[in-house]
């Protein structure tokens, strides 16, 4: 008998034992759980910002490229309305007789360069220029050559002088004349004869042109 009441005891310790487990386990298994939640509610929020942001970025590249296909069909509106002028133009100048194609309009500003050239030169006086030229010349000073460019406006002039000094006193009346220019000295040097050698260019405002 004994011995029947020592293990039916310790059989029901073992089994208090076995439920206490069991009650520790459960609550164990609430906790992590909770913690679980939480931390997962953490990143949820995370993630769902994410996805507003993503969201918010297409939004904008779609408006972004919106606006961008509709700046396009404006440019290519006014381009087929640019394309429909010239056309008319073309047809009402091909009525009048007109060429207007690439290679007359390429020929026609030639002529009018040339034009412009000869007008200029016609309308050049050397007596003007040359009375004009005469009152800034320094007494020991001599001009040898005198060009004129194609326009008429640009001038170049070569000659002797005794001295440095001299061309420096040309050049400065020439700066202070008032159908001259912005003179400048290009060069000068001693020639054999001892004189100094000089090239001057000066721009030329013809009076009345």
């Keep these: 008998m004994a011995v029947s009441r020592l293990w039916n005891r310790r059989l029901i310790e073992s089994l208090a034992q076995v439920r206490s487990l069991s009650r520790a386990g459960r609550q164990f298994e609430i906790n992590v759980a909770s913690r679980y939640r939480v931390g997962m509610a953490s990143y949820r929020t995370w993630l769902v ?4 942001a993503l969201l918010l970025s297409i939004a904008w590249n779609i408006w972004q490229g919106v606006l961008v296909y509709e700046e396009g069909q404006t440019i290519e509106a006014e381009l087929e309305r640019v394309r429909q002028l010239d056309h008319t133009v073309m047809a009402e100048a091909r009525k009048e007789g007109i060429d207007l194609s690439d290679g007359a309009l390429k020929r026609l500003s ?3 360069d040339l034009a412009n050239q000869l007008l200029m030169k016609r309308t050049f006086s050397w007596t003007t220029f040359l009375s ?12 040898t050559s005198v060009r004129l460019d194609q326009s008429a406006k640009t ?11 001299d061309i420096t006193a040309f050049t400065v009346g020439l700066q202070n004349h008032a159908t001259f220019k912005d003179p400048v000295l290009a060069q000068h040097r001693v020639g054999s004869s001892g004189l100094v050698e000089f090239d ?3 721009q030329y405002r013809q009076t009345g042109v």
């Design 110 to 112: 030639s002529e009018v």
């Design 200 to 202: 001057v260019t000066v």
């Design 155 to 165: 001038v170049q002039l070569t000659g002797t002088a005794v001295s440095l000094e």
């Design 49 to 52: 910002g994410g996805c507003i």
């Design 132 to 143: 004009e030229l005469e009152q800034v010349i320094p007494p020991r000073l001599a001009l």
